[in-house]
């Protein structure tokens, strides 16, 4: 069974704080992902790594940076949190050749005051 | 650039009674779409996916059709539980990179005892 799990589920940081999400999947997928969900946008992909130090940008990277130093992990990480950055984030992961096929964490809710 | 919508936003239905959730895409060369549902404060997990040569696919009480020329799909659930209380999301995978998936903003269904 995949599992897909994420550090917090609720998280409270203050503006200009750094702030890092982790993400940890136990299936040996090569494909992660970040995404943001908010009200009425739907979810929206931040970042994806296809592979151990690889990354690339999804629609909206600005204010946000990754880190996969190992296949299993991914962080997603905000230099300097803004209120606009309050958001559920969610963490998938996929096989290389099935990216469709993602499996998805139970989410962080972050609050940023 | 590919939108996804989902309407109504939210439906509250009787038990026992089938139900239909839209979906519309606006741009029809898609690789595939695929039907998800969200329980609160978790992640995704999928229902079904449909390919682009595909018109329907069946999983026990859901079946979801696709009409790719009127940029439509649809899924239908069958005698409705108390248990498919949830968010329904449908997201579509389009050309433009094998990552590019555009979710929908969501049906929130209420089914009543």
């Known amino acids: 069974d995949v599992k897909v799990t994420q550090s917090s589920r609720y998280l409270v940081k203050r503006t200009g704080e750094k702030v890092f999400l982790e993400c940890v999947q136990d299936?040996?997928?090569?494909?992660m992902f970040w995404y943001r969900q908010d009200p009425g946008l739907g979810l929206r992909l931040i970042y994806f790594?296809?592979?151990?130090?690889?990354?690339e940008k999804g629609d909206i990277p600005e204010g946000y940076s990754v880190s996969r130093e190992k296949k299993e992990r991914f962080s997603l990480i905000l230099e300097s949190a803004s209120t606009n950055q309050t958001s559920m984030y969610l963490c998938?992961?996929?096989?290389?050749?099935?990216?469709?096929?993602?499996?998805f964490g139970p989410g962080t809710r972050l609050t940023v005051t | 650039k590919q939108e996804v919508t989902q309407i109504p936003a939210a439906l509250s239905v009787p038990e026992g009674e089938n139900l239909v959730l839209n979906c519309s895409f606006t741009?029809?060369?898609?690789?595939?779409l695929q039907w998800f549902r969200q329980d609160p404060g978790k992640g995704l997990t999928s229902l079904l996916l449909?390919?682009?040569?595909?018109r329907e696919q069946t999983s026990g009480r859901l079946n979801a059709s696709l009409d790719k020329s009127s940029g439509r799909s649809t899924l239908y659930i069958a005698a409705s539980q108390p248990g498919d209380s949830a968010t329904y999301l449908c997201?579509?995978?389009?050309?433009?990179?094998?990552?590019?998936?555009?979710f929908g903003t969501g049906t929130k269904l209420q089914v009543i005892p």
């Open positions: 998938a992961s996929s096989r290389r050749p099935r990216v469709y096929e993602q499996y």
């Open positions: 299936m040996d997928h090569e494909n």
């Open positions: 790594s296809y592979d151990v130090k690889m990354k």
């Open positions: 741009d029809s060369a898609i690789y595939n």
């Open positions: 449909i390919q682009s040569s595909q």
């Open positions: 997201a579509v995978r389009s050309p433009g990179g094998y990552q590019k998936v555009t």
